[in-house]
């Protein structure tokens, strides 16, 4: 069982920056797989970056390609997402989740999920 607690949510201006945490514990992290996905309100939940257990390969959704960077410290069990000239449509939501087996997306339906933390951007 893994247990993920995500932070650093909050409000912002359009244009600002957020870092959002994923700490982990419960298994060795470094195992693990991570994603972040966001469902914003009425919206279905949605990708939004991913990267493999040693760092090595990291994936982006094209919405925020070149804004947003995903990292990890397996030191510190923690799972980063550093959002860069936020944009209105990208409140929502924001979900960290672990796989051991499979780097997380929408299909491969991640086995651990945190219990999400609110990004707000206003215009």
């Known amino acids: 069982q893994v247990q993920l607690v995500e932070s650093g949510g909050g409000s912002v201006q359009a244009g600002g920056s957020l870092r959002l945490s994923c700490v982990a514990s419960?298994?060795?992290?470094?195992?693990?797989?991570i994603g972040w996905f966001r469902q914003p309100p009425g919206k279905e939940r949605e990708f939004v970056a991913s990267?493999?257990?040693?760092?090595?390969?990291?994936n982006y959704a094209d919405s925020v390609k070149g804004r947003f960077t995903i990292s990890r410290d397996n030191a510190k069990n923690t799972g980063y997402l550093q959002m860069n000239s936020l944009k209105p449509e990208d409140s929502a939501v924001y979900y960290c989740?672990?796989?051991?087996?499979?780097?997380?997306?929408?299909?491969?339906?991640?086995?651990?999920w945190g219990q999400g933390t609110q990004v707000t951007v206003s215009s």
């Open positions: 989740a672990a796989d051991r087996n499979f780097v997380p997306t929408i299909k491969t339906k991640p086995a651990y």
């Open positions: 419960g298994r060795t992290f470094s195992n693990y797989h």
């Open positions: 990267i493999t257990w040693r760092g090595l390969t990291t």
